[in-house]
Structure formats: C-alpha cells, structure tokens
C-alpha cells in the first residue's frame, strides 16, 4: 500500500507526483469493492460561469470593485461555446454566478443556457442576490442560491419578500461577515 503523503514525498526530495500513486492504487480499489476499475469516467467537472459582473448591490463585504460590480460587459454565447469545447472532462454541475444574474434579459440567459445545453444536461444552478425575479428563474431545471445576510444585505426587506414567494426551493448562502455577526 501507499503509506507516504504528499508531505512525506517533499521533505524527501522525491520528485513523483503523489497523483501517480492514486492513479495507480484507484483502479485496484474500485475493483476490490466490486466497481468498474477504469475511474477515468467518473470524474466530473463542476463548472462556475460568470456571465457578467454587473450587480446593482454594492455590499461592503463584496470582493468586486465599483468599477466592475458597474460594468455591464458580458461574454458572448460564442465565446462561452469556444471555452466549453476545450473541455475534455465531463461536466458534474454548472453554477451561473456573477454580477447579478437576475439582472440579464431572459433573450441572453437562454442564449447561455443554449450553449450550456450542448455540454451538461443536469440542472443550472444560480447565485443570486434575488433583487430581481425573472421568470427564468422558475425554469423547472434551475435552482437557486441566494445570498442572504439578513440586515448586512441591502434591500433586505425586498429580498426576504421575493425567497417567501419563490414557489421553488432555495439555498441560503450567508457570509459571516461583521455586519451579520453584530
């Protein structure tokens, strides 16, 4: 068996890249447990799309400038398709995230979705701050992420309202931050 780390290998000089000893030892392990012993399927790329970085919050805690939370590039649909088709691994899960996503006109988001379809079929997820309900953030194959922190959140009354009537589910980010932590 393999006993050494990767902390092991360097203080001892050796230059083997302790990915050769999984790659190695992977395969005898599915086998052992009854699994195919070519692992090579099985591995699955998460993929994180950030269309734009227009947002219309500035949280103090955002790690954006000014300058780009206001900049209301996006990339284009075939720069997103010329990008994904350099991608050999299969795609496990997508995140669209931003700027603020519900802010895109639902002609460009499906224009995205389109091209995300050619590479992953398992549902999109969005990073929201849910300022804004566009419908296509009811689509049956999209599910949300939004970040909520309570008081440190601009418009939090607005925001609180729009997660009570999503009709779908949610997933509630909060960064601990200063504010939320008071």
């Not at 995300?116 to 566009?134: C, D, M, V």
């Not at 440190?152 to 960064?175: G, T, Y």
Request: with cysteine; aromatic share 10%; charged share 25%.
């Amino acid at each position: 068996g393999c006993k050494k780390t990767v902390r092991d290998m360097k203080r001892e000089g050796q230059a083997e890249d302790h990915c050769y000893h999984m790659k190695k030892l992977a395969p005898r392990i599915l086998e052992i447990n009854g699994m195919d012993p070519d692992w090579r399927h099985l591995m699955l790329m998460n993929l994180s799309i950030n269309p734009t970085y227009y947002c219309n919050f500035a949280c103090d805690f955002c790690y954006l400038t000014t300058e780009q939370l206001n900049d209301r590039h996006k990339i284009t649909p075939l720069w997103l398709e010329n990008s994904l088709q350099q991608i050999t691994d299969k795609v496990g899960h997508v995140d669209l995230y931003g700027g603020e996503i519900g802010l895109l006109s639902p002609e460009y988001y499906y224009s995205l979705k389109k091209v995300i379809r050619n590479h992953y079929k398992g549902p999109i997820n969005i990073n929201t701050n849910l300022s804004a309900f566009p419908d296509f953030f009811r689509d049956e194959d999209v599910t949300l992420s939004v970040s909520y922190d309570f008081h440190a959140r601009e418009k939090e009354q607005h925001v609180l309202n729009n997660m009570m009537n999503a009709n779908k589910d949610l997933s509630v980010l909060i960064l601990a931050s200063p504010k939320v932590l008071e």
